[in-house]
């Protein structure tokens, strides 16, 4: 069989007796949601077969069916040696959306709720040696409030900021085979400053635990101890220190054994930190040149087709001068967070809230399972550089008697991750932030530029601290009515006091550009010349590079999606313009940098 996507989904938690589920499956609509009522899986045949891993709703599914979609059902079998039976089989899912409820050989083996993490279930009491049914029967409702969706379309067409929706499973499906006695789990604290890796732990069953690191081939820290099963904790003396660097990457190789099991991972060695305005990476300063990605895909839609799609949109950001990027709106898969550890490539990990209910009376129990899951999963990634939990809270703040949300959702970040900073919400309002984080899509280089030089002088004469109630906040106000995402772009400044935190623009620009199409969107006018539209562009971001109290800009967005064409490449990756000037623009020194 022609397996798609089979190369490993988690290369920093690598097994070599392992099992790629992807391919072909039975595959049927549950549009009333009832296949487990209806015990689907005793069905002699399924109307219909998919290509796992990609969503009904995509081409490369093999079904193209982009309506709303309640629920689906899939089956397929697969087959175990008595050898691979001998110890534990693991079951796990890259991501499905959006409950999802998992029988092995008819028996119900675990539900998993949530669109965009990983999970997993021990099947090793329900698998047998030869043949075995794997059945999954799958809920999702992006019209609820009750989930989470990112940027998936909650009316019948894409529009807007929505596009197309995905349902069912959309990463990768494999087996694992462990032995009786294996390890479950391991985060990395990197401490370059003592040149030194702390690795925690979970195992199962007792054994010696074996960590040994290696730089380019030749071992430079070894460490073992014994365990009973349970939390563990050792610390590995490293005999060279290579830091991990921006534009660069490097990576240390890791191997974990305990007894007869062995996992292949590896770490970077790297400080993250903000020194008053600035921000530090291995302790000098470094301006964040980041882009919007939002990871859709024209025939996979959440999927990328190839693993060499997902190293494609780091060359392409790479190529226009941005160092990084926020990964928007959506839980990328590890492999693409991989590559950009590999490369040196920086990312912000978000979480897609759109589309959730946040003044639910129980929206915290529902949304910390799985932020908590991603946070969990992606921590040793060097790649990543902060957190950030919540994008655009439109109609939540309003309401200060429910703004407990956001501020539990921080103070828990900070709980599991000690290491990174975490901004509450990306623009709008915040409860508790460590960072100043706004979204300004002002279309006029000479007023943003004005605007944000106004703001930092402000903030000297106050001492860095700006009430929210001063002018500055409502100039661009939907109050004015001067927003809208059609028309002037001109986004509002949130209802936040200032007190001197570092200063983030984390989306901007998102200048209109099409060739040859009459239909889409983007913010402000289109530029009626290329040469206008560099013009745009560079007022706007030289604006941000000039200021000496922000530390990084993200421009909207890398690539366009469906109706929306403020891409600095096509859907299909190509370039609009010469990219090489965009490069220049964003290369230029930054104030911050000095």
């Known amino acids: 069989m022609n397996i798609p996507r089979a190369e490993h989904p988690w290369p920093q938690w690598e097994r070599a007796n392992w099992m790629n589920l992807n391919g072909t499956w039975e595959f049927e609509f549950d549009f009333g949601a009832s296949a487990i009522e209806r015990k689907l899986w005793e069905k002699e045949k399924f109307d219909k077969e998919i290509i796992v891993p990609f969503c009904p709703e995509s081409k490369l599914s093999g079904i193209g069916y982009t309506d709303f979609i309640d629920g689906v059902a899939y089956r397929r079998t697969f087959h175990l040696t008595d050898k691979e039976v001998s110890g534990r089989t693991l079951l796990h899912f890259g991501a499905v959306d959006y409950t999802t409820d998992v029988y092995v050989n008819n028996t119900h083996v ?32 992006v019209r609820s409030g009750l989930q989470p969706k990112g940027k998936q379309a909650h009316r019948y ?16 499906v494999w087996l694992e085979f462990v032995p009786l006695a294996y390890i479950k789990s391991a985060k990395y604290y990197a401490d370059p400053a003592n040149s030194s890796l ?5 195992t199962e069953g007792a054994g010696t635990l074996t960590l040994k690191a290696e730089w380019e081939g030749k071992t430079v820290a070894s460490k073992s101890l014994t365990s009973k099963g349970g939390f563990f904790s050792a610390t590995l003396e490293l005999s060279e220190l290579h830091l991990w660097e921006a534009g660069k990457g490097g990576l240390y190789d890791l191997t974990l054994t305990y007894g007869e099991d062995s996992v292949k991972s590896y770490f970077g060695m790297r400080t993250t930190r903000f020194e008053g305005k600035k921000y530090l990476l291995n302790g000098k300063p470094l ?5 919007l990605d939002q990871g859709f895909y024209p025939d996979g839609i959440y999927t990328a087709p190839t693993e060499e799609d997902l190293v494609k949109d780091i060359e392409l950001s790479y190529a226009a001068g941005f160092n990084g990027a926020r990964l928007h709106e959506k839980v990328f898969e590890p492999r693409f967070l991989y590559h950009c550890d590999r490369l040196g490539y920086l990312v912000w990990g978000e979480y897609p809230n759109w589309g959730f209910d946040h003044s639910l009376p129980n929206a915290t129990e529902i949304y910390m399972k799985e932020w908590h899951e991603a946070v969990e999963r992606d921590f040793n990634h060097p790649a990543i550089i902060g ?9 939540y703040w309003e309401n200060k008697s429910k703004n407990a949300l956001l501020s539990s959702i921080h103070y828990f970040t900070k709980l599991l991750d000690p290491t990174r900073p975490c901004i509450d919400t990306s623009g709008n ?47 661009n106000s939907p109050a004015n009515g001067n927003y809208s995402r059609s028309g002037s772009g001109v986004s509002p400044f949130f209802q936040q006091t200032y007190h001197g935190e570092p200063i983030f623009v984390s989306e901007y620009g998102g200048i209109q550009w099409v ?23 560079k007022g706007l971001t030289d604006a941000l590079l000039d200021n000496e109290d922000i530390f990084g800009f993200c421009y909207t967005q890398l690539y366009d999606i469906e109706q ?31």
Do not use: M
């Not at 900021?161 to 990768?172: N, V």
């Not at 702390?198 to 979970?202: E, F, Y």
């Not at 957190?387 to 109609?395: D, V």
């Not at 100043?436 to 930092?456: E, G, L, M, S, V």
């Open 429 to 475: 309002y915040h409860a508790s932030t460590e960072i100043y984080d706004i979204h300004d899509y002002d279309q006029n280089p000479a007023t943003f530029k004005q605007r944000w030089d106004a703001f930092t002088s402000l903030a000297k004469e106050s001492n860095d601290c700006i009430e929210a109630s001063s002018p500055f906040f409502w100039v």
């Open 515 to 537: 060739k040859n199409a009459t239909e889409g969107w983007g913010y402000g006018q289109a530029p009626k010349t290329e040469q206008e539209f560099f013009a745009r562009y």
């Open 110 to 141: 675990g539900q998993h709720k949530g669109g965009y993490t990983s999970f997993s279930f021990d099947i090793t009491n329900y698998v047998k040696d030869g043949e075995n049914t794997l059945f999954v029967a799958v809920k999702d409702d």
């Open 387 to 395: 957190w950030c939990p919540f994008n655009e809270t439109w109609g």
């Open 198 to 202: 702390t690795v925690t732990g979970i």
């Open 564 to 594: 929306e064409i403020n891409g600095l490449y096509t859907y299909e990756r190509a370039e609009k313009f010469d990219i090489n000037i965009i490069k220049e623009i964003n290369q230029r020194k930054a104030a911050i940098e000095k």
């Open 157 to 172: 067409a894409s529009s807007g900021c929505d596009y197309t929706r995905t349902t069912g499973i959309w990463q990768t």
């Open 287 to 291: 301006f964040q040149r980041t882009v």
